[in-house]
């Protein structure tokens, strides 16, 4: 009988020794697959498919959890075109919205934050440069077996002193670019943590503290530190989503909180060049660190956008600033005693102001209803829509363009040259976008012309295409003024959200192409608009 149980137990330990074999080995041959598939993609496949496969898998997940999670009002059944437009919307950090914010539970306003968290352009850069500095050590394993043959050879055949030495120079340059692309990307990570912490920590203290603000969430419900996580993480990658109806426009009174997102906004995106810039000065003169002192001098070997040469990140910083002021100052002097104020005194005036002039570039939270603001000021407010956060107002030399160009050529290939010549433009596209959102609606446009006016439905689209998510909304009062008769209930959420839903879907897709026109900036250099 002792016999029979030894044996059993060598059974069953040679049974579990040859099991772990096999899953190691399993492992072993899965670990390779994954890194052969890495090697391809990172070598062979475009910037350009890899972010789009990863926005439509985080987009269409997004969807399945929203749809999934069940809302707070139990009366609110969500319809998948509206969660797939939610879905997008959060992760293209638009900031429209086709429903009601309040409807939704927790769980789903948790969701959404996590969406403008991975669309953030601060996260997006995060992985950019990890990808490119794996893509690299990826390279490197392919360096290291030719240098191992031109060891090799060296001792057969001597070469110059010279030769060597200049060889040695352009290795150690090398790899100094490449571990301060390694170095980017922590600052980077620290920095994307810094100010989430710091902004979720005085957001929450203040809607614990303020009487006001603390009132408004505990009559709606809603949890004060939810409400400050999602906020965060909305203003910081300027996503333009609010857990309430009015989005920030009930907190236009508490002024300081505006101006804490207001910072969190402009660190997030159009600032982050200067912001970006400083942190490294300040790591490079408290670490004395090499590889800081390069990104400092060597911006452009890095080729990080957002990180910029002095001059450059001079003029993008005050071009914000500009477009922050004029718009400001249009918004003050034409709407000061106009309804859009109501309620508010000066201080609290200007601060809204900067508010709506800071968002109108990119993140499309708002403090007031853009509704009753000035034609002027909306014409003005549709041209910020449309500049990317990158737009700088310093003219780039010809040699510049012409050494692009050449770079073109030579790294993409002449077919793929010929191809982003002959595109269309980004403007014309936009025009095309509105044109066909007009016909999609056009009964619509018919029937209710005050509310799907032209200008309403240039605004909707154009702050689609910018993702930026400010909106004129939907007044049953106008459309009352046409058919008193007709039965109408405002609801809370952009102007979109009375569109068809295929109207939506035209809307999500220019979202989307929104989110990847840094792709297609210089598309249709053949469209020449000649005197």
Known sequence: MAFSLNQLKGWYYSFILIRMQSFARAFRYVAGLLMLTYRFVANHVHPFWIQFSYFIFIDLLGTLLLMELKPTDPTFEPRLVDMFFMSTSALTVSGLATVQMERLSSSQIVVLSLLMLLGGEVFVSVLNVFFRAGKQNVQEVTVSRVN????????????????????????????????????????????????????????FIYVSIISSAKGVLNGKGINLGLFSFSTTISSFANGGLIATNENM????????????????????????????????????????NEEFDYMINNPREIKFDHLLPNLRTFFRSATVIGMITVM?????????????????????????????????????????????????????????????????????????????????????????????????????????????????????????????????????????????????????ARLQRLHPEMKCVDEPY?????????????????????WHKKYSERNGKAWKLLA
């Open 494 to 514: 952009s102007f979109v959200g009375f569109w068809s839903d295929e109207g939506k879907l035209l809307i999500a897709f220019v979202m989307i192409y929104g």
């Open 328 to 476: 400001v100052t249009m918004f003050c002097s034409i709407n000061w005693r106009s309804p859009v104020f109501d309620g508010l005194n000066s201080y609290q005036k200007i601060v809204a102001a900067l508010f709506m002039g800071v968002n109108a570039r990119h993140s499309g939270e708002n403090s007031i209803d853009p509704s009753l603001m000035s034609p002027g000021v909306l014409i003005f407010m549709i041209f910020m829509m449309y500049l990317p956060s990158s737009t700088t107002f310093m003219p780039i030399e010809e040699l510049e363009e012409k050494k692009y160009e050449g770079e073109l050529r030579k790294t993409k290939g002449k077919g793929s040259f010929i191809t982003r010549i002959i595109l269309m433009p980004q403007i014309a596209c936009l025009v095309i976008f509105i044109i066909v959102a007009c016909i999609i609606e056009r009964q619509k446009m018919l029937n209710d012309p005050l509310n799907f006016s032209v200008l309403n439905m240039i605004f909707e689209t154009t702050s689609a295409y910018g993702n930026v998510g400010i909106s004129l909304n939907y007044s049953c």
């Open 249 to 288: 426009g009930i907190f236009a009174p508490n002024s300081g909180l505006l101006l804490f997102q207001i910072v969190l906004i402009l660190v997030g995106n159009t600032l982050l060049p200067l912001v970006l810039r400083f942190s490294i000065w300040i790591l490079k003169v408290l670490t004395k």
């Open 148 to 203: 191992s043959v031109q060891i090799e050879l060296e001792s057969i055949e001597s070469i110059s002193t010279i030769a060597r030495i200049e060889s040695g120079m352009d290795i150690g340059f090398k790899d100094l670019s490449q571990s301060s692309l390694k170095y980017l990307g922590y600052v980077l990570l620290g920095y994307w943590v810094f100010f989430h912490l710091m902004g979720f920590i005085a957001c």
